[in-house]
Structures are given as structure tokens and as C-alpha cells.
């Protein structure tokens, strides 16, 4: 099973942008569908963003155009640019890696926009 770290969180202020970055423990070639989600207090983990090995990729509803996602099997890593960043994005960010029953998540990054 793969190990993902993530990294690249912190804090923001609104109309802010950060990156955040997932890296594999090994190749994600593979792996079929690398994501990131979401948690913020009280409220359910939401896909934030998926792409597949094929560049299919998958957005939120919320994201509109604000985030893009990348992957780069090469250096066995996923990041996510995030931008016009608001307070309501504030969660902890979590990668995955998932290929048919499989799934693989990394322990999360806090995102918190606030001025």
C-alpha cells in the first residue's frame, strides 16, 4: 500500500493562494485515481479534486475554476493549486490514492484562510 504525505498547508488570508503537494511513497503510475479531500470541523470529508492515470480530472462544485489539480508520475507526486482562496475553504486537506478496492490516504495538511 502506498504511503502519501502532504505537505504545504498553513494559514491565509481570503483572495489568498497556496499549493499544496502529495508525495507517494512509490510510483503512482498505477495508481488509478489520485485525489485530494477535504474535512472541515463538523461537516463530512468532500472531494475537492481527483485526475486519473488517463488526466481525467474532477472538480468539486465549489471549486469553480478557483483550484488545479496536477499529477506527475515521474516524482510520484499530486499537487493541488489552490487560489481566491475564502474562509469557508479552511479544513484539513487530505491526499488519496485509490486503484479499484484499494484506497490509500495520507494523515493531512491544515488549510486555514482567515484574516
Known amino acids: 500500500q502506498v504511503q502519501l504525505v502532504e505537505s504545504g498547508g498553513g494559514l491565509v488570508q481570503p483572495g489568498g493562494s497556496l499549493r499544496l503537494s502529495c508525495a507517494a511513497s512509490?510510483?503512482?503510475?498505477?495508481?488509478?485515481?489520485m485525489g485530494w479531500y477535504r474535512q472541515a470541523p463538523g461537516k463530512q470529508r468532500e472531494l475537492v479534486a481527483s485526475?486519473?492515470?488517463?488526466?481525467?480530472?474532477n472538480y468539486g462544485d465549489f471549486v469553480k475554476g478557483r483550484f488545479t489539480i496536477s499529477r506527475d508520475n515521474a516524482k510520484n507526486s499530486v499537487d493541488l493549486q489552490m487560489s481566491s482562496l475564502k474562509p469557508e475553504d479552511t479544513a484539513v486537506y487530505y491526499c488519496?490514492?485509490?486503484?479499484?478496492?484499494?484506497?490509500?490516504w495520507g494523515q493531512g495538511t491544515q488549510v486555514t484562510v482567515s484574516s
Open positions: 512509490r510510483s503512482i503510475f498505477s495508481i488509478n485515481v
Open positions: 488519496n490514492g485509490r486503484s479499484g478496492n484499494s484506497a490509500s
Open positions: 485526475i486519473t492515470i488517463g488526466d481525467r480530472i
